[in-house]
């Protein structure tokens, strides 16, 4: 059987799981370019494949079509919006995800973005390396109340985070575990009570058609003139001309942003403006999440492959 691998950190600190293939019997097929395939390059590379370690390159049902051998797809990750699961379920292709394995790692970036936003790390690090050493003030964290929509391991794990910085915990999810909240102290609010309460708001929610633009010009409008918005999950979550036009005029204090509908993004505004703190998508990107992420994809498609 042959595999296929695309993730450019999989594998990079931890090679133990090309091992961990190549002991099961497989061949393994890497993704040489430096970059995220695209649908063609998809298409070429998993003609013959039986299976795939996938991040966020497109298998769509051109791609599945495509590959007529494949019988699991193993995602590096969580989100499987860049999966067609409706088509990889029509061929009973086996998906799996890398649940939790980079929980932490993505909860520390939330809150690193967070500190970076509200006490304007970057900026007062650029004016100081043009010897400007003025004193900006900036906003308190500590006392403050955030709010998660979306309380999976990352979000549990950023309001773990959050409170031992003092801050009050809302959350929203569609599926609330009444005991989980109610034992680590986070209290249960509708998005709306969320907007109008909450000096910061971070994303934690899977993109769905029913979670594409969940906040858009509306919901913007009903935060806090001071509100700081957090985005570590999809770019397809946010309105992000929305967005821009609300950080352009004041109306927000800040976001830190490390997912986009596109990546980079190609709206210029994204790199002139000083409230924003800009990620590459990086959130997950440690060497404890990677190789957690690699073993427990690697581990997940060996077994759906049966063997």
Same mark, same amino acid.
């Given at each position: 059987m042959k595999v296929l691998t695309t993730p450019r950190s999989y594998g990079k600190t931890?090679?133990?799981?090309?091992?961990?293939?190549?002991?099961?019997?497989? %061949?393994?097929?890497?993704?040489e370019t430096g970059g995220i395939l695209d649908r063609e390059g998809m298409k070429a590379l998993l003609a013959d494949c039986d299976g795939v370690i996938v991040g966020v390159d497109p298998i769509d049902a051109e791609v599945i &079509?495509?590959? !007529?051998?494949?019988?699991?797809?193993?995602?590096?990750?969580?989100?499987?919006?860049?999966?067609? +699961?409706?088509?990889?379920?029509?061929?009973?292709?086996?998906?799996?995800?890398?649940?939790?394995?980079?929980?932490? &790692?993505?909860?520390?970036?939330?809150?690193? +973005?967070?500190?970076?936003?509200?006490?304007?790390?970057?900026?007062?690090?650029? *004016? @100081?390396?043009q010897g400007d050493w003025k004193k900006i003030t900036t906003r308190d964290v500590t006392g403050g109340t955030i709010g998660i929509l979306g309380l999976g391991a990352i979000g549990r794990n950023v309001a773990q985070r959050a409170q031992g910085f003092g801050m009050k915990v809302l959350a929203h999810d569609p599926?609330?575990?009444? &005991?989980?909240?109610?034992? *680590?102290?986070?209290?249960?609010? &509708?998005?709306?009570?969320?907007?109008? %309460? @909450?000096?910061?708001?971070?994303?934690?929610? !899977?993109?769905?058609?029913?979670?594409?633009?969940?906040?858009?010009?509306?919901?913007?409008?009903?935060?806090?003139?001071?509100?700081?918005?957090?985005?570590?999950?999809?770019?397809?979550?946010?309105?992000?001309n929305a967005l821009l036009d609300a950080l352009e005029a004041g109306r927000l204090c800040g976001a830190g942003i490390d997912a986009f509908s596109s990546e980079p993004p190609k709206d210029p505004r994204w790199?002139?403006?000083?409230?924003?703190?800009?990620?590459?998508?990086?959130?997950?990107?440690?060497?404890?999440a990677s190789r957690n992420m690699g073993r427990m994809a690697t581990a997940n498609l060996i077994h759906d492959l049966g063997l």
């Open positions: 931890d090679p133990e799981v090309f091992a961990m293939l190549r002991a099961a019997g497989l %061949e393994v097929v890497r993704n &079509a495509a590959a !007529p051998k494949l019988k699991a797809i193993a995602k590096y990750g969580v989100g499987v919006d860049n999966i067609d +699961l409706d088509a990889a379920k029509a061929r009973d292709i086996k998906v799996s995800r890398t649940v939790g394995a980079n929980a932490e &790692a993505v909860a520390d970036y939330a809150m690193a +973005l967070l500190l970076a936003v509200a006490r304007k790390t970057v900026l007062i690090d650029q *004016h @100081c390396r599926f609330w575990d009444e &005991a989980y909240a109610k034992a *680590h102290g986070i209290t249960r609010a &509708a998005p709306d009570e969320i907007f109008a %309460e @909450c000096d910061v708001i971070s994303l934690h929610l !899977p993109l769905t058609p029913e979670t594409e633009n969940f906040i858009g010009a509306a919901e913007l409008a009903k935060m806090k003139p001071d509100a700081i918005l957090i985005n570590t999950a999809r770019g397809g979550l946010i309105d992000e790199f002139t403006l000083d409230n924003v703190v800009l990620g590459s998508h990086c959130a997950a990107s440690t060497a404890g």
